[in-house]
T-cell receptor
Framework: GNSVTQMEGPVTLSEEAFLTINCTYTATGYPSLFWYVQYPGEGLQLLLKATKADDKGSNKGFEATYRKETTSFHLEKGSVQVSDSAVYFC?????????????FGQGTTLQVKP | GAVVSQHPSWVICKSGTSVKIECRSLDFQATTMFWYRQFPKQSLMLMATSNEGSKATYEQGVEKDKFLINHASLTLSTLTVTSAHPEDSSFYICSSLSGRVYNEQFFGPGTRLTVL
Protein backbone atom coordinates (compact mmCIF):
# COMPACT_ATOMS: atom_id res chain seq x y z
CA GLY A 1 0.00 0.00 0.00
CA ASN A 2 0.93 3.67 -0.05
CA SER A 3 3.13 4.92 2.75
CA VAL A 4 5.53 7.68 3.74
CA THR A 5 8.63 7.28 5.89
CA GLN A 6 10.51 10.18 7.46
CA MET A 7 13.73 10.30 9.39
CA GLU A 8 13.24 10.17 13.11
CA GLY A 9 13.73 13.25 15.18
CA PRO A 10 14.26 15.36 16.97
CA VAL A 11 16.74 17.11 14.75
CA THR A 12 18.70 19.73 16.68
CA LEU A 13 20.71 22.32 14.78
CA SER A 14 22.41 25.60 15.47
CA GLU A 15 21.18 28.71 13.72
CA GLU A 16 22.45 29.05 10.13
CA ALA A 17 23.18 25.34 9.84
CA PHE A 18 22.16 23.29 6.79
CA LEU A 19 19.02 21.22 7.15
CA THR A 20 18.04 17.95 5.53
CA ILE A 21 15.00 15.95 6.55
CA ASN A 22 14.73 12.70 4.63
CA CYS A 23 11.44 11.45 3.24
CA THR A 24 10.82 8.35 1.14
CA TYR A 25 7.56 7.02 -0.12
CA THR A 26 5.85 3.95 -1.49
CA ALA A 27 2.98 4.53 -3.85
CA THR A 28 1.12 3.16 -6.80
CA GLY A 29 0.56 5.47 -9.69
CA TYR A 30 1.89 9.01 -9.65
CA PRO A 31 1.18 10.76 -6.36
CA SER A 32 1.71 14.40 -5.57
CA LEU A 33 4.13 15.03 -2.70
CA PHE A 34 3.89 17.60 0.06
CA TRP A 35 5.73 19.02 3.03
CA TYR A 36 3.63 20.45 5.84
CA VAL A 37 4.87 22.36 8.88
CA GLN A 38 3.22 22.51 12.29
CA TYR A 39 4.37 25.32 14.55
CA PRO A 40 3.72 24.94 18.29
CA GLY A 41 0.05 25.35 19.09
CA GLU A 42 -0.99 25.78 15.47
CA GLY A 43 -2.49 23.69 12.70
CA LEU A 44 -0.59 22.21 9.79
CA GLN A 45 0.42 24.58 7.01
CA LEU A 46 1.44 23.61 3.52
CA LEU A 47 5.13 24.42 3.10
CA LEU A 48 5.70 23.22 -0.45
CA LYS A 49 4.58 20.62 -2.95
CA ALA A 50 5.54 18.87 -6.16
CA THR A 51 3.13 17.19 -8.49
CA LYS A 52 5.34 15.23 -10.86
CA ALA A 53 8.78 13.67 -11.14
CA ASP A 54 11.74 16.08 -11.13
CA ASP A 55 9.55 18.97 -9.94
CA LYS A 56 11.15 21.13 -7.26
CA GLY A 57 8.92 22.70 -4.66
CA SER A 58 10.26 25.72 -2.80
CA ASN A 59 9.04 28.20 -0.20
CA LYS A 60 10.61 30.33 2.54
CA GLY A 61 14.08 29.03 1.69
CA PHE A 62 13.01 25.39 1.89
CA GLU A 63 13.31 23.11 -1.14
CA ALA A 64 12.41 19.54 -2.02
CA THR A 65 12.76 17.68 -5.33
CA TYR A 66 10.43 14.87 -6.39
CA ARG A 67 12.81 11.97 -7.20
CA LYS A 68 10.91 9.12 -8.77
CA GLU A 69 14.00 6.94 -9.24
CA THR A 70 14.76 6.97 -5.52
CA THR A 71 11.13 7.51 -4.40
CA SER A 72 12.29 10.41 -2.26
CA PHE A 73 11.26 13.97 -1.45
CA HIS A 74 13.91 15.21 0.97
CA LEU A 75 13.43 18.63 2.55
CA GLU A 76 16.42 21.00 2.59
CA LYS A 77 17.25 24.50 3.74
CA GLY A 78 20.60 26.15 3.45
CA SER A 79 20.49 28.22 6.65
CA VAL A 80 17.94 27.54 9.36
CA GLN A 81 16.62 30.07 11.83
CA VAL A 82 15.25 29.69 15.33
CA SER A 83 11.81 30.49 13.91
CA ASP A 84 12.01 27.32 11.79
CA SER A 85 11.63 25.22 14.92
CA ALA A 86 8.53 23.12 14.31
CA VAL A 87 7.32 19.66 13.35
CA TYR A 88 7.64 18.83 9.65
CA PHE A 89 5.41 16.27 7.92
CA CYS A 90 5.99 14.69 4.54
CA UNK A 91 2.81 13.53 2.81
CA UNK A 92 1.52 12.13 -0.44
CA UNK A 93 -1.78 12.42 -2.18
CA UNK A 94 -3.27 9.00 -2.37
CA UNK A 95 -4.30 7.56 -5.68
CA UNK A 96 -4.70 8.87 -9.16
CA UNK A 97 -8.32 9.85 -8.58
CA UNK A 98 -7.13 12.99 -6.80
CA UNK A 99 -9.63 12.73 -3.99
CA UNK A 100 -7.57 15.04 -1.83
CA UNK A 101 -6.79 12.31 0.70
CA UNK A 102 -3.34 12.54 2.21
CA UNK A 103 -1.05 9.96 3.76
CA PHE A 104 1.41 11.44 6.25
CA GLY A 105 4.80 10.44 7.50
CA GLN A 106 5.33 10.33 11.24
CA GLY A 107 6.68 13.87 11.47
CA THR A 108 10.14 15.15 12.31
CA THR A 109 10.68 17.68 15.07
CA LEU A 110 13.25 20.36 14.28
CA GLN A 111 14.82 22.36 17.09
CA VAL A 112 17.03 25.28 16.11
CA LYS A 113 19.19 26.79 18.83
CA PRO A 114 20.52 30.34 18.73
CA GLY B 1 -4.40 31.47 2.96
CA ALA B 2 -7.74 30.04 3.97
CA VAL B 3 -8.57 29.78 7.67
CA VAL B 4 -10.04 26.77 9.40
CA SER B 5 -11.04 26.90 13.04
CA GLN B 6 -11.83 24.17 15.54
CA HIS B 7 -13.81 24.36 18.74
CA PRO B 8 -13.08 23.58 21.45
CA SER B 9 -9.29 23.62 21.42
CA TRP B 10 -9.23 21.23 24.34
CA VAL B 11 -11.80 19.27 26.30
CA ILE B 12 -11.78 16.98 29.31
CA CYS B 13 -14.71 14.67 29.87
CA LYS B 14 -15.76 11.72 31.94
CA SER B 15 -15.84 8.22 30.52
CA GLY B 16 -19.22 7.43 28.96
CA THR B 17 -20.08 10.95 27.90
CA SER B 18 -20.23 12.28 24.35
CA VAL B 19 -18.14 15.13 23.03
CA LYS B 20 -18.77 17.26 19.96
CA ILE B 21 -15.94 18.96 18.06
CA GLU B 22 -16.68 21.62 15.46
CA CYS B 23 -14.64 22.41 12.38
CA ARG B 24 -15.36 25.61 10.46
CA SER B 25 -13.93 27.02 7.26
CA LEU B 26 -14.06 30.73 7.97
CA ASP B 27 -13.57 32.37 4.60
CA PHE B 28 -14.35 29.74 2.02
CA GLN B 29 -16.87 27.03 1.29
CA ALA B 30 -15.73 23.46 1.65
CA THR B 31 -17.73 20.64 0.17
CA THR B 32 -15.19 18.20 1.55
CA MET B 33 -13.60 18.12 4.98
CA PHE B 34 -11.36 15.51 6.55
CA TRP B 35 -11.01 14.34 10.14
CA TYR B 36 -7.68 13.07 11.45
CA ARG B 37 -6.48 11.64 14.70
CA GLN B 38 -2.96 12.17 15.96
CA PHE B 39 -1.37 10.23 18.81
CA PRO B 40 1.61 11.68 20.68
CA LYS B 41 4.75 11.71 18.54
CA GLN B 42 2.92 9.90 15.78
CA SER B 43 1.54 10.78 12.41
CA LEU B 44 -1.92 11.97 11.46
CA MET B 45 -4.25 9.11 10.70
CA LEU B 46 -7.19 9.84 8.43
CA MET B 47 -10.44 8.84 10.13
CA ALA B 48 -13.07 9.90 7.64
CA THR B 49 -14.00 12.11 4.74
CA SER B 50 -16.92 14.43 5.38
CA ASN B 51 -18.98 15.53 2.41
CA GLU B 52 -21.56 18.28 2.63
CA GLY B 53 -25.07 16.93 2.35
CA SER B 54 -24.14 13.26 2.35
CA LYS B 55 -22.88 10.56 4.64
CA ALA B 56 -19.27 10.56 5.68
CA THR B 57 -16.88 7.97 4.31
CA TYR B 58 -14.94 6.21 7.05
CA GLU B 59 -11.49 4.67 6.76
CA GLN B 60 -11.04 1.01 7.48
CA GLY B 61 -11.04 0.27 11.19
CA VAL B 62 -12.83 3.46 12.23
CA GLU B 63 -16.17 2.85 13.95
CA LYS B 64 -18.79 5.05 12.32
CA ASP B 65 -21.18 4.63 15.25
CA LYS B 66 -18.44 5.72 17.62
CA PHE B 67 -17.32 8.75 15.66
CA LEU B 68 -20.37 10.50 14.25
CA ILE B 69 -19.71 13.05 11.54
CA ASN B 70 -22.17 15.63 10.31
CA HIS B 71 -21.46 18.08 7.50
CA ALA B 72 -24.65 20.09 7.43
CA SER B 73 -23.34 23.19 5.69
CA LEU B 74 -20.54 24.23 3.39
CA THR B 75 -18.63 25.78 6.28
CA LEU B 76 -19.23 23.42 9.18
CA SER B 77 -18.46 19.80 9.94
CA THR B 78 -18.83 18.24 13.38
CA LEU B 79 -17.27 15.14 14.90
CA THR B 80 -19.04 13.61 17.88
CA VAL B 81 -17.18 11.06 19.95
CA THR B 82 -19.95 8.99 21.50
CA SER B 83 -19.63 7.20 24.81
CA ALA B 84 -16.03 8.27 25.08
CA HIS B 85 -13.47 6.08 26.80
CA PRO B 86 -9.89 6.80 27.89
CA GLU B 87 -8.54 5.13 24.75
CA ASP B 88 -10.33 7.81 22.71
CA SER B 89 -8.05 10.44 24.25
CA SER B 90 -6.15 11.98 21.38
CA PHE B 91 -5.55 15.05 19.26
CA TYR B 92 -8.26 15.44 16.62
CA ILE B 93 -7.53 17.59 13.58
CA CYS B 94 -9.82 18.61 10.76
CA SER B 95 -9.02 19.99 7.35
CA SER B 96 -11.05 21.57 4.59
CA LEU B 97 -10.50 21.05 0.89
CA SER B 98 -10.51 24.36 -0.91
CA GLY B 99 -12.06 24.63 -4.31
CA ARG B 100 -10.14 27.84 -4.91
CA VAL B 101 -6.77 26.17 -4.56
CA TYR B 102 -7.02 22.85 -6.31
CA ASN B 103 -6.59 19.88 -4.08
CA GLU B 104 -5.07 21.82 -1.18
CA GLN B 105 -6.17 21.06 2.34
CA PHE B 106 -6.27 23.75 5.01
CA PHE B 107 -5.94 22.46 8.54
CA GLY B 108 -7.55 23.47 11.77
CA PRO B 109 -5.44 23.91 14.91
CA GLY B 110 -6.68 20.68 16.45
CA THR B 111 -8.66 19.67 19.53
CA ARG B 112 -7.08 17.87 22.46
CA LEU B 113 -9.53 15.37 23.96
CA THR B 114 -8.82 13.82 27.35
CA VAL B 115 -11.24 11.21 28.66
CA LEU B 116 -10.96 10.46 32.35
Amino acid sequence: GNSVTQMEGPVTLSEEAFLTINCTYTATGYPSLFWYVQYPGEGLQLLLKATKADDKGSNKGFEATYRKETTSFHLEKGSVQVSDSAVYFCALNRGSSNTGKLIFGQGTTLQVKP
Amino acid sequence: GAVVSQHPSWVICKSGTSVKIECRSLDFQATTMFWYRQFPKQSLMLMATSNEGSKATYEQGVEKDKFLINHASLTLSTLTVTSAHPEDSSFYICSSLSGRVYNEQFFGPGTRLTVL
